[in-house]
């Protein structure tokens, strides 16, 4: 199947409690291609790359301390001529070309490359039943009994968990945030690297819509009510 060829999938919308409340048609846009390998991993290695600190620093002949004068004279002594006990090649001298911590790692990626990555990565988990919806995924208050008990409900004690919101949501987040097997964020951040370090995707059943378009759904409120505003 060639990588333009889409399939839809529905998976079933469960709520808090695991209890199956729906269907949804997942995008094939983002859940039906053909995963491509090559592209997710120039994607994710780029991902990584940009996310170096780059504060390796090694010092030069010229940055370590001693070696101002010249260790023997030049001539007459049977040894190989030496201009300073600090070059590179004695022992505690200076490096050569080593990392200055000025280096700048980051890869330019275009933004259809990271759009078909992020495509083939969804589309990877959704064909192995690594895709689940929830309903109404929100907290009155900050509780991580109430995140463990959603993972129990959903049996994804074990592994590694991507769970994406349609918005920020500070109850929600302060509730797995101590759940060192879980990683959330909202759906404008979702990217190939998380998406393929997880084990399984959680989505809460109102990001969907907002897949591969840089924005959350308080996001678009916020330009619907500006843009009525302007009218």
Request: glycine share 10%; proline share 3%; charged share 30%.
């Amino acid at each position: 199947m060639s990588a333009s060829e889409t399939t839809a999938l529905r998976v079933d919308v469960v709520d808090l409690e695991g209890a199956t409340v729906g269907e949804v048609d997942l995008d094939p846009t983002w859940f039906g291609v053909e995963p491509h390998v090559g592209v997710v991993h120039q994607v994710v290695t780029a991902q990584l790359a940009a996310a170096r600190r780059g504060t390796s620093k090694t010092k030069t002949r010229a940055e370590v301390r001693g070696g101002g004068r010249k260790p023997w004279r030049q001539k007459g002594t049977g040894r190989a001529r030496q201009g300073s006990i600090r070059a590179p090649h004695w022992a505690g001298g200076g490096i050569a070309h080593g990392p200055t911590g000025e280096e700048n790692h980051t890869k330019r990626v275009p933004k259809k490359l990271k759009r078909r990555a992020l495509a083939s990565a969804l589309s990877d988990r959704a064909a192995t039943g690594a895709v689940q919806v929830v309903r109404g995924l929100a907290f009155d208050e900050p509780k991580t009994k109430r995140a463990l008990a959603l993972l129990s409900a959903l049996e994804l004690e074990e592994g590694r968990v991507l769970v994406v919101l349609d918005r920020r949501d500070e109850a929600v987040e302060k509730s797995f945030r101590n759940l060192g097997g879980v990683h959330l964020l909202a759906v404008d951040q979702l990217n190939t690297y998380d998406v393929v370090v997880s084990d399984v995707v959680v989505f809460a059943e109102e990001a969907l819509a907002f897949v591969g378009t840089g924005a959350r759904s308080d996001l678009a409120e916020r330009e619907a009510a500006r843009g009525g505003q302007e009218q």
